[in-house]
């Protein structure tokens, strides 16, 4: 999660580290901590934790979906009540770049498919 977030931060100044304003990774690193922890919380109210990866399937796809929504309205209310601090892009490609890495990593550890006769 900490690492998708840099990487929307890096992507919306066009992959250069220097040109991102210092403001911006004192900020980063600020609030990336409490977010992680925040979306472990939600990944554990998900039951994201109690699967076995070998065995993922679109159950697992559809909690993980609805554990990125409930993070999303976690985010855009912190926006409202903090007027955000970061380019919006950040939080958008943040929160998906997030959700594909964690459905990604989930259905990467899935073992072979059932071979067809």
């Known amino acids: 999660i900490a690492f998708c977030f840099f990487v929307s931060l890096w ?4 992959f250069r580290l220097s040109t991102i304003p210092m403001a911006y990774l004192e900020q980063y690193a600020a609030t990336i901590l409490i977010w992680c ?14 699967s076995i990866w070998s065995f993922v399937s679109s159950d697992e796809l559809i ?6 929504l409930i ?7 912190y926006l409202l009540v903090t007027d955000g601090h970061m380019p919006r892009s950040y939080y958008v490609v943040g929160i ?3 959700f594909l890495a964690t459905a990604g990593i989930r259905f990467s ?6 071979s067809v006769i």
């Open 11 to 14: 992507i919306r100044f066009d």
């Open 37 to 50: 922890v925040i979306s472990v919380g939600v990944f554990v109210l998900c039951k994201l934790y109690n």
């Open 63 to 68: 909690r993980v979906l609805v554990a990125y």
């Open 71 to 77: 993070l999303g309205a976690i985010g855009g209310t």
């Open 96 to 98: 998906l770049l997030s």
């Open 109 to 114: 550890y899935r073992r072979g498919a059932v």
